[in-house]
């Protein structure tokens, strides 16, 4: 039963204020959890509550989202069960009473969200993942390490594209995934200083040097894994978030960096053009937000072949993923919690996909804390992969240090995804 609920205002990674929930349960059990936050976020995600006082933070503080927990939500759920998280989400959801979280914030719901599950878990005595899915069945997922960072998280003369991500999926162990991963990214590092590039890193910890070209990067990381000692197709995929609402202006595609307007039509020449020539994976936003025709081209001319993903096109939001199963446009929904606000509707999100044969990738926000929930969120649900950044920074690399742990306490019960961790 809960028994109290306070919350706080901490930073994040990108030095900005967030969320974080504390809840206590009557056994005396208690947890505590913290919303990430997004850069390229999409128009079509919940609502971000942040209080806009000019001088302090920049408007960025959340000392809304905490009186409103500390002053309302945490009277409204006292007495609740914390194992019945869909009673606990639905108090929640009608508390705020619209479709985007827009009264409460989806930051202030999904603190308590996650805090309350985190803290039955601990009363139940039970590992997270454990509790949240069948623990006689984790699997552990393909880390999606995003090693070169450009659009907004890199913020100079990087690529457009903002995500080059290398997908070790031919390793037998997750273990095994993680220390591949770890030795390309220090490959990529050295070729990169060879070069007379910079290896300062972007939000997410992937270096961010000034190509002059959205392809370049994948030269770069292809020589990247073998000299690693790997053989990219068959050890290591490569998959591309071009997050491409960000440079999609009146109606075309502006790359920057090499002075081009495309057409969708011609983006979608481009990604094909792309996976014939590199071991690609997955295209998770290769087109914008409201592009249905766009992703509707893209899913024909490719989507027998690449897991194509729709981050900013399906927010998590479970309307939205319908229309692209009846629409067949993509097929696999980026997951990520604070796009939605609740457990039990990230829950939802994953279980739609999932029964249509669809991929589900579970994904931190480029505003991180070091707060796990995801990785044990990605092994109950198994959703086969999970993207939480490059090998570096504390709040990155903690995902994947959470998942070791999970591997090495599910002993033989564990299995890694490996290539069948995508839907093609
Ligand atoms: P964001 O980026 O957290 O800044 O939205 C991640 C992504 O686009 O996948
Ligand atoms: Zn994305």
Same mark, same amino acid.
């Given at each position: ?19 974080? #929930? ?28 942040? %209080? ?36 606990? %989400?639905?108090?929640?959801? %009608?508390?705020?009473?619209? #479709? ?66 290398? =997908? ?31 290896? !300062? ?62 057409? #969708? ?19 998770? %936003? ?41 629409? !067949?446009?993509?097929?696999a929904v980026l997951i990520k919690p604070n796009q939605i606000g609740t457990v039990t509707e990230t829950i939802a999100a994953v279980r739609l996909a ?29 959703? !086969?992969?999970?993207?939480? !950044?490059?090998? =570096? ?23 890694? =995804? ?7």
């Open positions: 039963t809960i028994q109290s609920i306070r919350a706080r205002e901490i930073l994040d990674s990108r030095g900005n204020p967030t969320v974080e #929930a504390e809840v206590t349960l009557a056994c005396g059990a208690h947890a505590r959890a913290a919303s990430p936050s997004g850069a390229s976020t999409g128009v079509h995600e919940a609502l971000e509550l942040r %209080d806009g006082t000019p001088g302090r933070y920049n408007g960025k503080g959340v000392q809304r989202p905490v009186n409103l927990i500390n002053h309302g939500i945490g009277d409204r759920l006292t007495g609740f069960d914390a194992r019945d998280q869909q009673a606990v %989400d639905r108090a929640l959801i %009608d508390l705020d009473g619209t #479709a985007n979280k827009q009264n409460l914030g989806a930051n202030t719901t999904l603190a308590v969200s996650m805090a309350v599950a985190r803290a039955a878990a601990t009363a139940e005595g039970r590992r997270l993942w454990e509790y949240l899915g069948d623990p006689a069945e984790p699997l552990l997922p393909v880390p999606m390490m995003n090693i070169l960072n450009g659009g907004v998280h890199a913020n100079w003369q990087g690529p457009d594209f903002q995500e080059y991500l290398i =997908a070790p999926y031919g390793a037998p162990t997750f273990a095994e995934a993680l220390r591949w991963g770890a030795e390309i990214y220090h490959a990529l590092k050295a070729f990169l200083k060879e070069k007379g590039y910079s290896t !300062g890193v972007g939000d997410e910890g992937g270096f961010a040097p000034a190509v002059s070209s959205n392809t370049e990067p994948l030269d770069l990381i292809v020589e990247a894994i073998e000299r690693a000692g790997y053989t990219p197709g068959t050890q290591i995929g490569i998959a591309l978030d071009p997050a491409s609402s960000s440079f999609y202006h009146d109606g075309a595609y502006e790359l920057r960096t090499e002075g081009l307007t495309l057409t #969708a039509a011609e983006m979608v020449d481009r990604y094909r053009d792309l996976a014939g020539a590199y071991p690609i994976v997955v295209i998770e %936003d290769g087109l914008a937000e409201d592009d249905w025709d766009g992703w509707r081209l893209l899913t024909e001319a490719i989507g027998d072949r690449v897991e194509l993903v729709g981050d900013d096109l399906f927010v998590t939001n479970v309307t939205r993923i319908e229309r692209g199963i009846r629409e !067949g446009v993509a097929n999932q029964q249509n044969g669809w991929g589900a990738m579970v994904s931190h926000r480029s505003g991180e804390t070091v707060d796990t929930f995801i990785a044990d969120f990605t092994v109950a649900m198994r959703t !086969g992969h999970l993207k939480t !950044g490059a090998p =570096a920074r504390g709040e990155r690399v903690e995902k994947y240090n959470q998942l070791l742990r999970i591997e090495e306490a599910a002993g033989g019960a564990v299995r890694y =995804a490996g290539r069948a961790g995508f839907v093609r």
